[in-house]
């Protein structure tokens, strides 16, 4: 079953790779909050170019077109929804422990919205462009339930952005 799960989240993965980029690309501050792990801040707006050709470089790699936001979304959201579906409430999506498909599913809500938490560092503009808008009301429950498996994984209190 954990390799259903994998290939289910993989198809969100994808889909989230390519929107994330779309909004990357689109945010002249997203470009240059990408760069400042590797450049100083002052060279990082001359960086854009560069930060956005990386993007489209991730994007051909993956095969992402980035020009299908609203596709992307709908898929992204066929995976929140099989995930709902699969916890119906519960605290684990198989079993009553901890297993890969929780971790994968984890993982996978990161690009619904990112965990705030103080070891994921995520400025301003990266933050929006990770999160996919539409979908954050809708799957607050989800949001929530990995919340609360990061904070029992991490030990300490994992939070919503405000």
Known sequence: RAAAWAEEIEQGLAAGRARLTAAIITD?????????????APLSGLLRPVAAQAARFVAKKYGADLARTDEHIAVQRRV????RDALRGRAYIEGDTLGAADVLAATYLQMVEP???????LLPALRRAWTAAPLVDEFADLLAWRDAL???????????AA
């Open 80 to 83: 929140c929804l099989a995930l």
């Open 28 to 40: 002249p501050e997203a470009l240059r909050e990408s760069v400042l792990p590797v450049s100083p």
């Open 150 to 160: 990061y904070a029992n994984a991490r030990g300490t209190r994992a939070k919503r």
């Open 115 to 121: 965990v705030t938490h103080p070891r994921i560092v």
